[in-house]
């Protein structure tokens, strides 16, 4: 009896061990890496697998069988059976744009031979699902508007802890999702598989590229891999056959992972980068650089060193009036433009084309007091926007007009036309697969500044723009939308409020189907708002052009300042003051490796005559001056690239007249 009791007492202390663990946990707490596990383990291609370069990095295409990439769970769990109640799961993947209706698995873990799912990552068109079996049941915990079917490169951490489930996606800010019910802690895997890219069967297979796929148990892996300066290719685990050139096997001629490059090689002239030359290598002898072409555009993968030496006077561009701002912008197959906005409404404004290496008048189009253009496309359509300050009569209602270009006369054609209030700027962006075009409205009448501006959304039925939210603004100057990861923001620059000047700008967060007030930012005659990243570092930097007090007192020389987004407290802090005066636009730029802000100042109290300056970056130091531009009465600047060279424009709200500076480099 005593022996039948200690055997039984021995069965009972190992069933309680696998189940809630041994003295030391399933497996060890190091990254395991579940890509390696379907790779072929000799230097023989496997079928239905193809290493593919595309956007400067590898990754592996899944065609095959869904039995040829899988393995058992037991390969992982060699302690005990029981799979982690606390872990992560790291991938990098780029996949295409996706259908509404398709969704396709990264990995599952299916119990025995059946289809009966325990674990998985399941994508669908802007949502990531992580599925679970919970006490008998299937769960889905879902992300939406994770922006991963982009065809770019995304690296994602999935932690999972307790009752929390936290999304992070290119090192950018947390997305936390709570769990009805914990993770749970006796998930048995025992004759389970593990499939890589499938749920088993070829419906839903993964169509994209997958670069590494690593479970590590017992902590959120985010702060191992971030921050990063290639937040989309941060790397915990990467096979080793996607960081070397593909090997030949010792007895053929032929490469383990077949790839193939097709080399073009020209003096300068950028040759077409479309799906049909994905893979293809392009040497420019001119800049002695080596591209490779993603399917859209082409990426530099070597390139001889340059840094900006100075500056030189290219071209006057003579105007039809005073130019407040210039929007350059590419049609394909048609060249490079740039549309001027000006002042006077006797010759409106006009569009330029690049010819020969210089802008050369193309098209006039009728606007009243011109402020900005912004160019924007929907899917094929091209379109150009202006904000008019006001209507053709002082009786008139303002309005502000979006053209289309006409692929058969090639010029933009009138579309449609919307009410705005004194309009300063207009910001077109996308959400998801919806478009958006935001107007600052500045004032309406000669004193009401406090108004709002319009958010309008595009209708594919009607295929005409409509009012979407309207926001309050203080004498609104200038919309920036940008993107963090997964989240959408739009910042405004608040100019005046009736009294002073020294109000607030806000940045908006896009949430459930509406821009929502995220920060708010004491501004001084806000007129610009300029966003960039360096590295995994984000930044805004505003243009501020005057301090007005209530009392009355004008300063112009004031600072204008830099912030960076901090990940601690998830808000833009002052980074770096810079003295301007009465600044009013900031251009971020780069050329070679360095980068650059060139200031517009136009206006010290007493002078229009004015150094504007450009600022290089200097990490520790910030942003340091380098160089000084003789401008007067300096309204906007815009860089741009053509095939012989990098150049700076600058429109001033002074004269008819903009200039043209080529970026000489050495």
């Not at 999972?160 to 802690?185: A, K, M, Q």
């Not at 670069?211 to 300066?229: E, F, W």
Request: a negative charge; aromatic letters at 14%.
């Amino acid at each position: 009896m005593s022996a039948v009791l200690l055997l039984a007492c021995a069965l009972l202390s190992w069933i309680i061990t696998c189940r809630s663990g041994p003295s030391g946990p399933c497996t060890d707490l190091l990254p395991l890496d579940l890509l390696s596990h379907v790779l072929p383990k000799s230097q023989r291609a496997q079928g239905g697998l193809h290493m593919v370069q595309s956007r400067g990095a590898r990754g592996f295409q899944f065609s095959g069988s869904p039995h040829l990439f899988s393995f058992p769970a037991s390969q992982l769990f060699t302690n005990c059976n029981i799979f982690p109640a606390e872990f992560s799961i790291v991938f990098t993947l780029k996949i295409p744009k996706m259908a509404p209706e398709k969704s396709e698995y990264i990995f599952t873990l299916l119990e025995g031979d059946s289809d009966n799912l325990l674990l998985g990552l399941r994508l669908s068109q802007n949502k990531l699902h992580f599925l679970q079996k919970s006490q008998g049941n299937r769960k889905r915990i879902t992300f939406k508007a994770v922006g991963l079917a982009d065809n770019r490169w995304h690296t994602v951490v999935l932690a999972v802890t307790g009752h929390y489930t936290i999304l992070t996606v290119d090192c950018g800010f947390p997305l936390e999702l709570v769990l009805e019910r914990s993770f749970p802690d006796d998930l048995d895997t025992t004759g389970s598989t593990f499939f890589i890219a499938s749920a088993r069967r070829w419906n839903g297979l993964f169509s994209g590229l997958l670069r590494q796929l690593v479970l590590l148990p017992g902590s959120d892996a985010t702060s191992k891999i971030c921050p990063s300066s290639e937040p989309q290719l941060s790397s915990l685990s990467v096979p080793q056959a996607l960081l070397h050139l593909p090997i030949k096997s010792s007895t053929s001629d032929l490469l383990t992972h077949p790839y193939e490059a097709e080399v073009r090689v020209t003096a300068g002239v950028k040759p077409p980068c479309g799906v049909s030359e994905e893979g293809q290598l392009w040497f420019n002898t001119l800049h002695k650089a080596l591209f490779l072409c993603d399917g859209i555009m082409w990426l530099t993968m070597l390139q001889e060193k340059q840094r900006l030496d100075y500056v030189e006077h290219h071209q006057d561009l003579f105007t039809n009036s005073e130019t407040f701002d210039i929007e350059v912008f590419q049609i394909p197959s048609v060249g490079l433009f740039i549309a001027t906005a000006n002042r006077g409404s006797d010759l409106g404004s006009g569009i330029y084309k690049w010819t020969d290496g210089k802008f050369e008048r193309y098209q006039n189009i009728s606007t009243y007091d011109a402020q900005a253009w912004q160019y924007f496309t929907l899917g094929k359509k091209k379109f150009l926007v202006v904000a008019n300050c006001r209507g053709l009569n002082a009786e008139d209602p303002e309005q502000s007009v979006i053209y289309k270009w006409s692929s058969r006369k090639l010029k933009f054609i009138r579309y449609q036309t919307l009410i705005t209030y004194s309009a300063r700027d207009w910001e077109a962006f996308h959400i998801q697969d919806e478009a958006f075009l935001a107007v600052a409205n500045h004032r309406q009448g000669e004193r009401n500044h406090n108004i709002d501006s319009v958010i309008y959304k595009w209708n594919p039925v009607t295929q005409y723009f409509e009012v979407n939210q309207t926001i309050q603004t203080s004498g609104a100057y200038d919309w920036e939308f940008f993107t963090i990861g997964p989240y959408y923001f739009l910042a405004v620059a608040n100019t005046f409020n009736g009294k002073s000047t020294v109000i607030s700008s806000t940045i908006y967060i896009w949430l459930e189907g509406m821009f929502q007030p995220y920060q708010s930012i004491t501004t001084f005659g806000a007129i610009d708002w300029e966003m960039f990243q360096i590295e995994n570092r984000i930044f805004l930097a505003v243009a501020n052009s005057q301090m007005l007090t209530e009392e009355g007192k004008i300063v112009y020389s004031i600072n204008s300042t830099i912030y960076e987004l901090s990940l601690t407290s998830q808000k833009f802090l002052k980074f770096q003051d810079i003295a301007t005066n009465s600044a009013l636009d900031w251009e971020y730029f780069t050329v070679g490796e360095d980068k650059f802000l060139v200031v517009a100042n136009s206006y010290d109290g007493t002078s229009y005559s004015l150094n504007s300056v450009i600022y290089r970056w200097q990490g520790y130091e910030g942003f340091v001056p380098v160089h000084r531009l003789g401008t007067n009465g300096c309204r906007d600047w815009e860089f741009f690239d053509t095939t012989d060279g990098s150049y700076l424009i600058y429109s001033s709200a002074r004269a008819a007249l903009s200039k043209i500076l080529k970026l000489r480099t050495v």
